[in-house]
């Protein structure tokens, strides 16, 4: 075993010097510093340390390299605030980004659309010629009154800026204050300007600190009458995509405790104004959501705890670290909720297990999924080659030691030109990313599974969804598809 591990670390450790071959000495060393090969976890004297720390990132992208990153426009838009259903996110600036963000997430939600929810709706400024030179304050204004007759049933709209607006200098905030006395219902501006920042990431942070500033700090009196109970939480970074958010809600509701607010997958403007009244915040993508929590607990005392319910073997370890922050009652409960699901975890593995056992996957997503899926995978009998992230930060790097193991290739903002050669080098069996690399990997005769939205499938979040997760990668997997083709070098003449 020793030696396989040795023999795989080698191995990939060669692979990323022929990587970097490629580039000029200058990006090559830059480069360098993003790539790596997980070493042993070791217990240090305060913390768990392992080779993923020393990965780089968080870091701007080289030019001409061909990142697979967002901007913080997506953050905010596509991720924090799209998905809060009873607000409608105005795209403010040209109609580019406003059309592109079309194709949301799949973050399912229950309501009337166009009635008292709005998620799927797009709602953009479409800036001109003269808006540019001229400002837009005034048809951001506009665009907030016919909104509000259109739609009297929205409680809320955020201000989505776009790159044109930093540049410009519209002063959204003044137009949210003056709408805000106007028409009596609360307007955000959100100052996540695409050039903003390396990567999407601080689209999150710019959209948690306008909850912060806008909704919870001007929520006081929202939540003042809220009496809540004793087992009062919060669902933090959940987006409910495919249903997520409302599979781990059904565990969380089974062992006894009551869920006031989902963030941000299916939630209400008045969920995320009570949100403080909870008494713990439990945060499942921890890149997207950790400034808030972390801000409630300085200023509201809700403590925060990290959850993964990805695969049978987290959820049943987050149930029991959930569970030990209430009373017996809790704990029993989470005890006989694990006991139920067992007959359901033990025929998914044993309809799937012999046909994924041994199966290798390299993934590259973002938020939290480049460690969180790794047990779900492993609770198949499947083989983690390699992860990494978009724009993960070095925290997210650290707690992915806990993760993955040792001779595993990590990545970070991994290039287009790197992914491909690590795909053919290694011939995973499976390729879990996002959308822009779906199709080039298939035509590699790699079978894929698209790990940002599920691939128009889901939920994975629970024991239900670890039932569709495992049923859809032995779907992508021993398709027999992948029999009937070759590689146009491999056909006869």
């Known amino acids: 075993m020793a030696k396989d591990i040795a023999d795989t670390a080698e191995q990939n450790n060669k692979l990323i010097e022929e990587v970097l071959a490629a580039y000029p000495a200058k990006t090559a060393k830059k480069r360098a510093r993003h790539l790596n090969v997980a070493g042993a976890v070791e217990e240090g004297e305060t913390e768990i340390l392992s080779k993923c720390d020393t990965v780089k990132s968080n870091i701007?992208?080289?030019?001409?390299?061909?990142?697979?990153?967002?901007?913080?426009?997506?953050?905010?838009?596509?991720?924090?605030?799209?998905?809060?259903?009873?607000?409608?996110?105005?795209?403010?600036?040209?109609?580019?980004?406003?059309?592109?963000?079309?194709?949301?997430?799949?973050?399912?939600?229950?309501?009337?659309?166009?009635?008292?929810?709005?998620?799927?709706?797009?709602v953009t400024t479409d800036f001109q010629e003269n808006d540019i030179i001229f400002g837009g304050d005034k048809k951001l204004e506009k665009s907030i009154d016919e909104l509000n007759t259109l739609f009297p049933l929205l409680n809320g709209i955020s201000i989505q800026s776009e790159c044109p607006i930093g540049l410009i200098g519209d002063d959204i905030e003044a137009v949210s204050r003056k709408k805000n006395k106007d028409i009596g219902k609360t307007i955000v501006p959100v100052r996540c300007e695409g050039f903003r920042g390396v990567s999407q990431s601080l689209g999150h942070h710019i959209a948690?600190?306008?909850?912060?500033?806008?909704?919870?700090?001007?929520?006081?009196?929202?939540?003042?009458?809220?009496?809540?109970?004793?087992?009062?939480?919060?669902?933090?970074?959940?987006?409910?995509?495919?249903?997520?958010?409302?599979?781990?809600?059904?565990?969380?509701?089974?062992?006894?405790?009551?869920?006031?607010?989902?963030?941000?997958?299916?939630?209400?403007?008045?969920?995320?104004?009570?949100?403080?009244?909870?008494?713990?915040?439990?945060?499942?993508?921890?890149?997207?959501?950790?400034?808030?929590?972390?801000?409630?607990?300085?200023?509201?005392?809700?403590?925060?705890?990290?959850?993964?319910?990805?695969?049978?073997?987290?959820?049943?370890?987050?149930?029991?670290?959930?569970?030990?922050?209430?009373?017996?009652?809790?704990?029993?409960?989470?005890?006989?909720?694990?006991?139920?699901?067992?007959?359901?975890v033990d025929a998914v593995k044993a309809k799937y297990q012999a046909r994924l056992e041994g199966k290798t996957v390299m993934l590259y997503v973002g938020g939290l999924r480049p460690r969180h899926v790794i047990t779900a995978y492993e609770d198949l009998g499947m083989v983690i080659a390699g992860t990494g992230y978009e724009f993960g930060h070095g925290d997210d790097y650290k707690r992915t030691g806990e993760y993955v193991k040792e001779g595993t290739l990590i990545y970070d903002d991994v290039t287009g030109y790197e992914l491909e050669k690590f795909i053919e080098t290694i011939r995973p069996d499976l390729v879990g990313s996002g959308i822009k690399e779906k199709y080039p990997v298939q035509k590699m005769g790699i079978p894929f599974r698209q790990m940002h939205s599920w691939d128009y499938s889901g939920p994975y979040h629970g024991y239900d969804g670890f039932a569709i997760f495992a049923r859809d990668m032995d779907l992508a997997i021993n398709n027999p598809v992948w029999g009937l083709f070759d590689a146009p070098w491999k056909k006869s003449a």
């Open 60 to 122: 701007k992208s080289i030019p001409g390299v061909m990142t697979i990153r967002g901007c913080s426009y997506a953050g905010s838009k596509g991720v924090v605030w799209g998905p809060i259903k009873d607000m409608v996110h105005i795209s403010h600036g040209p109609v580019g980004c406003g059309q592109y963000s079309w194709s949301q997430r799949r973050n399912y939600y229950t309501g009337a659309t166009g009635i008292d929810s709005f998620v799927t709706m797009q």
């Open 208 to 344: 948690n600190d306008t909850i912060r500033d806008w909704v919870l700090e001007a929520g006081e009196g929202a939540r003042a009458g809220y009496e809540g109970t004793p087992y009062d939480v919060n669902v933090i970074g959940d987006y409910n995509i495919g249903g997520d958010a409302w599979s781990s809600r059904i565990l969380l509701e089974e062992i006894g405790l009551n869920v006031i607010g989902n963030w941000s997958g299916d939630a209400t403007l008045a969920e995320i104004e009570r949100a403080p009244k909870a008494k713990l915040n439990l945060i499942h993508c921890y890149r997207s959501m950790n400034y808030i929590c972390r801000h409630m607990e300085e200023k509201h005392g809700v403590a925060w705890m990290e959850y993964n319910f990805f695969g049978p073997s987290q959820i049943e370890a987050s149930l029991r670290a959930i569970a030990a922050k209430f009373d017996a009652t809790i704990q029993a409960n989470a005890e006989a909720v694990i006991a139920k699901y067992k007959p359901l």
